[in-house]
Structures are given as C-alpha cells and as structure tokens.
C-alpha cells in the first residue's frame, strides 16, 4: 500500500486529525497514513497474477463512505494512470455505472503507459464509486511486474471543497506468470516381443519456451531421446522375454520458466508374446538297418522360449515308432519283420512347441531295409467237394495245406467250419439250401502269424421246398379293351433254393421268366376269360414244387373317347361325361382359372359322370381343362372358357388370353346392344341393332337381344401359342351376355367367318344409287397403315358446300359403312339432286357422285 501526502492537513467540518505523516513514503513501499473522515481512491486488477497474453481488467474505484453529510459526495475530479507498457498492454475502457460513465478521456499517451480522464457530476454521488474500468493485455514475460499508478490532481466534493488533502491511494500491482507447457496425451501402445516401437512425444509451451522431456516407470528396453525442437522420440526394443502389459509410463515436459513449470502424460504398453519354432537335431539323410533286426535312433528338440515340446511323426511304416519322453527328447524305433524289406522315403519327425501358436521344426531321413529273410507262406486249399448240390446230410471236405519259410518253432492249425481237420478230410453237416463251406489254416513261427482261407458254397436237398406265383397285372376283374392281353407277375421260390429246372405258363401260353418276374401275350375272347398261370419248379434231387394264380379278366372293345356337354348355371358351369361302352375312370383338371371344381362321387365304369365349376371370383372369366378317361384309355378334354359379359363393365375391358383350340365364340346375349372385341389387334363387334349409327365396321355382326350367336375365329387365331383378346360391352344397366370359347359347338344355329382388312385404301359407290331417303357408302382402310389415322368422310353439294359430315376421327384399319338419311347438318332434309362424296385418309382422297330422289 502506498499513500501520498498532497497538501498540509486540512480539518473540515470540526474533523479532529488523529494520526499525521510526517512525510511523504518512496514509490513502491507499503507505508499507509491512516486519516479520520479520509478519502480512499484504488486501482484494482481483476487478476494480479496473469499469465502472457491473457486479458486483465482493471477498477478505478473512489470511497467516500469515511466522510460525514454533505462533504461526502463527490462532484468533479481529473486523474493520471500509469503503468509499464512493457509488461502490460492498453485495449480499451469500459464505462462505469452512471452518473460516472461518461468521463473525458485522453488516450494520446497509451502506448508510453499513461491515460489521463477527468469527469464531473452535478450535486455529487456518495458512497463506494466506480469511476472507470480499463482493460489491458498481458505482454511481459514470466516474473516482470508492473504498478497500476493512480494520482488525482484535483477532487471535489458538492461544496466545491477539495479532497485531495484527505485522499489516500492505493496502487495495483501486475506481475506475469510462468504458464506450463501442454504436453499431448499419449494413446495406449502395442507391439510384439522381437519388434521396434517409436513412439512419438510433442508438447507446446504459452511462452514459446524450450521444453525439456523425461521419462519416469519405463522399462529398460524404452529410450527416451529428446530433440531439443519440443518433440522426443521414444523408442522400445524389448527382447523374447519382455511379454506383458506396462502400465503408467509417464513422460514428463518441463518449460524453462521462471518458476519452472511440467505437465505429464502416461499410458500403457503392451508387449505381446512371440513364439519362436523348437529346434530339433536332424535325423541321418539314410538310415539302413536289416530284417529281424530291432534299431533305435535318438531324437532330440530345444524350444529357444522354454515351451514344452511334443513329438509327432509321419510317413513312419508300419513296423516303426516314435516314443516321446515329454522333455524333448525321444527314440525312434524300427522292428522291421521278413517282407519288410525296401525303400521307404521320407520318413519326417516333427517337434512342436505348445506356445500360442504352436509352432514346429522337423527332420527327414529315408529308411532301407535289407532283404534278409525269406517269407512266412502258408495255403490252405478244398480238394473235394468243389461246390454242387447235395442230397445226403453231411459232405465230407477234404484239404490240402502248404508251408514255407518259417522260422523257430512251428504251430499250424486247420479247421473246416471250425471242425479241426486231423487227417486231410473231415465230414460237415448240411441245411437245407446253401451252405458255406470255409477251410482256414493258421500258421505261427517265431517272428508272425500267417493266416489262409478257401471256402466253396454247397447247395443241401434236404427237404421239399415250396413257390410263391402272383399275377400283377392285369388286374382280377378288369375290364380289357383289346383281344390280346399281356399276362405279368412274379414268381419265387421259398427257402432260397435255387432250381435246376423252371418254367411258367399262362393257359398254357409258354411265359418267359427274367429273375423273379414273367410275361406272356394271351388271347382273350368277348365276354369273362379265366386266365391261369402256372409255376413248375424241380431242383436236382428231382424235388417238383407247383404253385399257381387265376384271375378274371372281361373282354369289351371300345374305340371312341368320352363325351362331354355343359350348361350355364348362373355365373357357375354344371356338366356331365358320358361313355356308355367302357364307362368313365377318371375325371382330372388339367388347368383350373378361376374355378374350383366339383365332381360327383362314381364308381369307375360309370356310364356318366356329373360335375360342377365354380367361379372364385365372379368378376373374372372362368376357363377350365377337365379330362375324363374311359376303361379303355380313351381321353377327352373339356376345355371351354366362360366369361359373363356386364353393362357394369362399359369402360372397363375384359382382356385375357385363350388357346388356338377354342376357336369359336358363342354369346348368348341378355340384353346388351353391343360387344366389341379386339382378337390379336384385329377388331370385330355383334350388335343388335345391326343399321344403327351413320358408321359400322363390316365386322359388326347382328345379335339378338335375347339368344345367341355362333362366330368361327380360325381366320384370326395363332398357331400353337395363346391369343390376346380386348372385350368391350355396351348396354342398359342390368343387361349382360354368356361368353362361351369352345374347341366344338353345341347346339349353335350357325358359324360367322371374319372379314379381312383391305390391302389398299377403297372408296365404293354408295347403294342404292339413287336412293330415297339413305343410302349406305363403304369404304376401307388397309392394314399396312397405322393405327389411329384420320379420317374425313364428306357430303357436298354442286356449289362445293358441306352438306354433312359422316366421319372425322381417327380409326383403325378394316372395312366400313357410312350411312346418310338425306340430311344436313342441322338435320334438315335436303332437296333432291346430284351430290358429292369425298374421303380423305392420310395421303388417300377420292371422290364420287350420288343422287337423290323425291
């Protein structure tokens, strides 16, 4: 605190002096003189201890609250800052609280540190005041400071009595701080035994000082190095014995400041484990060792990370092996016997660490084995019997058996069916039907065991034997359609006795017999026919079995296929087949659209069969392939396609596709007045009211309005493939017509052949000519022009005017009739005389002459 002595002592409304200075205190001491009814002033930093480059604020305040009313308020007053322009920085002011924000400043001196300002408030303000807020950035570096210097030279109160021999300042004081330097975090870091690591450290300082690193807790394959430019590189190098995790590995970067200051960052290190391969000590490239003869080779292994080691082998015959002593060490060991002898290559001993992974090392040696003793041979052989048949209960087998090469001493034993054999023969008892007869000799010397076997199959007559006969086909009780029938079944004999002699016959008709099964061609006549096989059966003990099958079987002859009719039954189809010969068998959908099917339960052989469909939905067409099958094969396909046309569906077609094989169309109509159809982009229509309208298509056809009508479509169909057609109605509400596409008629009163389309435009003389009161003009549009041409059909008088006009409009190819009744326009009728026809049709115009009569 410093205070400073102005003027001597001035006592102000009976104020009593209690202390005096009696001088004045230097700059920078903290020496206060104490006054009663005193006036404080203070320059106040918000932060007195910043560091570089930060922003500071700095309070001017006045306290008036020691003097008593009215000398305390204060009024005017003028006063100097200054301040160290090397340490700190002038920005800007910023007004106090009213009445004291708008003071008069003098900022010429700023940059040398000096601001000069004086203000003045009519009638004063008491209490604490702040009179003016600066702020200022820090420029020094770390330890220079600097006093914020505030003197008044002049202070008021309201009585216009200076203040300044009672005014005590205090001055602020800025010193600068060290910033510590950042240093940047460190992330975890991994690597593997064996490897190099850099790692690489950087850290930043506020005063732009020089950092130094260091490094605490690092083991002792990690090297800080510090590059003096305030980055280090860490470097780690650990060793096949470092594995494992390092934790809080810090480094440390310290600035050069004044107090020095640090900022740490750790991490952790992990260091994975490395396995490295097992050592195994090579075998021989050759080893050679001799028959009979047992040889053991040492095998060795060192694991460089101390894992245990397991032996394997492969390509080791089979008279060797690997014995493993679990420490890494083991005996390879051959006991090679008589035909052992060879060359055996690329024997391989393998040794295999348990580390993760496990890794190997191997060896390789080639083996021979010297050819140094003869063969273990023995045979066995059946003289008698060789095989064959036999009626007795017992066989006697007789052997013959064979030894070379043994060694040492000798036991050999030879059984037949396990009966020993003690003097070259031995007798075998028989079953009925095939018996195995097995001769085995078993031979052991000092070194093996040699094993042989005969044996022969003996077919035991012991019994009588039986037959199993069954005819499969035909059927007992069909129905044949043909004088010639073809007898099958199987036949076989029971107990597995295989016959000397077999045959079968059918009525006497020789069979011919392939395994189990048999066949013979047998004429039947009309009428039932009893048909009889026979199996006859006799084995070599002459043995007969005789077994028989009678079925039987009747004779019709029937050629034609089933029949079928059908009616409409509301939006659903109900039909019936017929075959009144062989009768029906079999009734099966071959396609279903939009129908499900009911058929009456029969017994095959029915004379006819009812059946029903039903639409799934009654807004689509119902199309369906019902084959029925007669007893003779016979088929037949029933195959319409039905669709209910509505006056409901007016501007919403009926588009769907049929088969070439249903090429009539027969509507039977309920009231509509006209059905357009468009079969594979050609147009036809039936109307009822076949003169009605000025221009009609010549494939308009008359339809009653009850009843139906019959068209042949064979002109228009494809072959073999489907057909499009596009169905449009037109009708009174509730009127609507049965559409029937069938492969044959029923009932139809006539068949309708389908105009063509012109080749060429034509324009033909109207009939009749002369006409009262119509007359009809044709005319066609060919079928190479695009659909959609325009089209004007005229009527003009002889002075050239438009009398009427029949046609102006797009239309498609094909023949057409125009009618005109004589009148104009306005529908007034025209006077009798000569007039004139023209059409116009893209590039096409003609012209003609017609005359009307009174």
Known sequence: MRSKWYRPLWCACGSVLLLLAAFTPARGQDVEIVLVDSVRAESVPNNPKPFRNDTIRVAINVDMTALQAPSNRLTAYQTTLKWNKNVIRFLDTISAPAPWNTPSLNLDSVLVGRIEWNDFVAGGTSGKINILNLRFRVTGNPGDSTFLDLNFSEMTNSALMSLLPILVTKDGKVTVQNGPPRITDIPPQTMSEGGTLNVPATATDPENGKIKFRTVNFPAFGVLTDNNNNTATILFTPDFNAAGVYSNLMVIATDDGIPAKSDTTTFTLTVNNVNRPPKITPLPAQITIDEGVTTDIPVTATDPDGDGITLGNRNLPAFAALMDNGNGTGVLRFTPGRSDAGDYLNLKVFATDNGVPPLSDSTQSNLRVNNTQSPLVCKIE??????????????????????????????????????????????????????????????????????????????????????????????????????????????????????????????????????????????????????????????????????????????????????????????????????????????????????????????????KVDFRVDPIDENSRLSFDLKATDGCGNSHICDPVFLQLTADRANNPYVFQFRSIDRYLQLTNKGLSEVRVELNNKRFSFSTARRGGSVQSLGVYAMPAEGAVTLDLLAYLRDNEDNDIRIEVAGPAGSSADLLLIDELHGAHHALTLQEVPLSYELSQNYPNPFNPETIIRFGIPADIAAGTPVQLRIYNMLGEVVRTLVDQPMQPGNYTARWNGRNERGIQVAAGVYIYRIVAGDYRATKRMLMLK
């Open 382 to 607: 059946i003289v008698r019997p060789r095989g064959g048949t036999s009626c007795s209960q017992e066989v006697e087998v007789c052997v013959s058996t064979t030894i070379t090469g043994a060694v040492g001493p000798v036991t050999s034993v030879a059984t037949v069916n396990g009966i020993p054999v003690l003097t070259g023969c031995v007798k075998v008892p028989l079953v009925n039907g095939p018996n195995n007869i097995v001769a085995r000799l078993t031979v052991k010397d000092a070194q093996e065991t040699c094993v042989s076997a005969d044996s022969v199959t003996v077919i035991g007559r012991l019994s009588p034997f039986s037959c199993t006969l069954n005819i499969t086909a035909p059927a007992d009780g069909a129905l044949i359609c043909s004088e010639n029938v073809d007898v099958k079944g199987t036949a076989s004999i029971v107990g597995n006795i295989i016959p000397l002699t077999s045959k079968v016959d059918v009525n006497g008709v020789p069979a011919t017999l392939t395994g189990s099964s048999f066949s013979a061609p047998v004429k039947i006549d009309a009428g039932l026919n009893t048909l009889i096989a026979t199996f006859t059966v006799t084995d070599s003990c002459n043995n007969t079995a005789v077994c028989r099958d009678t079925i039987r079987v009747r004779l019709r002859i029937d050629e034609n296929a089933p029949t079928c009719a059908f009616s409409r039954e509301g939006k659903s189809v109900v039909g019936t087949f017929f075959d009144n010969v062989s009768g029906i068998f079999s009734i099966e959908p071959v396609l279903l659209l939009n129908g499900k099917l009911t058929v009456e339960q029969f017994t095959p052989g029915a004379p």
